[in-house]
């Protein structure tokens, strides 16, 4: 299988901890998103890397989220002192970055890590 | 800014009806994506739009991009049990996709 993979994909943790997720993208793909959705809303944008380069990072995002893509490849996504208002499902996703001539540069999704903080 | 708005919220239809769901802008997009969230699962692409007036289809999904590039809509034609999920339309931008917070389609068997 070569598509988007999230784990865990369910974590349930204590107010306070720390948490730390990991999203394996589409071998040959060079970017690399992370978006939160919660209940009945859309993706939210969180943050990108090109290759291991992260490149933007959104303004609504608290200190407390940090992003690594360490060697290009995979991505963790940490919280830390995670809060109540940090539930929801953290989904990965990866694109080509490198089209070629015609191409459609696309998210293809993997299955979210749901996060419940009690 | 960056914000893409879709309506309906919800939709319930009876199998065989159409249905119809908008994606708005106030400011011209170069492009507008459209993708679709079975329940329980993940956003999966479905098309994307570029030429003012652009229209697609999909056997029974049909894609319209408005003339000034500022709209956007998905038709489905006699709509099926599998055509159940969340429908998003997204704008590129910057590297970036903006989502905006879907039509939640229920099909009555």
């Known amino acids: 299988d070569t598509g988007v993979s999230q784990n865990p994909r369910h974590k349930i943790t204590k107010r306070g901890q720390n948490v730390t997720f990991r999203c394996d993208p589409i071998?040959?793909?060079?970017?690399l998103y992370w978006y939160r959705q919660t209940l009945g809303q859309g993706p939210e944008f969180l943050t990108y890397?090109?290759?291991?380069?992260?490149?933007?990072k959104s303004r609504l995002l608290s200190d407390r989220f940090s992003a690594e893509r360490p060697k290009g490849s995979f991505s963790t996504l940490e919280i830390q002192r995670t809060e109540q208002g940090d539930s929801a499902m953290y989904l990965c996703?990866?694109?080509?970055?490198?089209?070629?001539?015609?191409?459609?540069?696309?998210?293809?999704f993997g299955s979210g890590t749901q996060l419940s903080v009690l | 800014g960056q914000q893409v708005m879709q309506i309906p919220q919800y939709q319930h239809v009876q199998e065989g009806e159409d249905f119809t769901t908008y994606c708005n802008s106030s400011?011209?997009?170069?492009?507008i994506q459209w993708y679709k969230q079975r329940p329980g699962g993940h956003p999966v692409f479905l098309i994307q739009?570029?030429?003012?007036?652009e229209v697609k289809k999909q056997k029974r999904l049909t894609f319209q991009f408005g003339e000034a590039k500022k709209n956007s809509s998905l038709h489905i034609t006699a709509t099926q049990t599998t055509d159940v999920g969340t429908y998003f339309c997204?704008?590129?931008?910057?590297?970036?996709?903006?989502f905006g917070s879907g039509t939640k389609l229920n099909v009555k068997p």
């Open positions: 996703a990866s694109s080509q970055g490198r089209l070629r001539a015609g191409g459609v540069e696309k998210l293809f």
């Open positions: 071998s040959e793909h060079n970017r």
């Open positions: 890397f090109q290759n291991e380069a992260q490149l933007e």
């Open positions: 400011t011209t997009l170069s492009n």
């Open positions: 739009l570029v030429k003012s007036g």
């Open positions: 997204a704008r590129y931008n910057f590297n970036k996709f903006y």
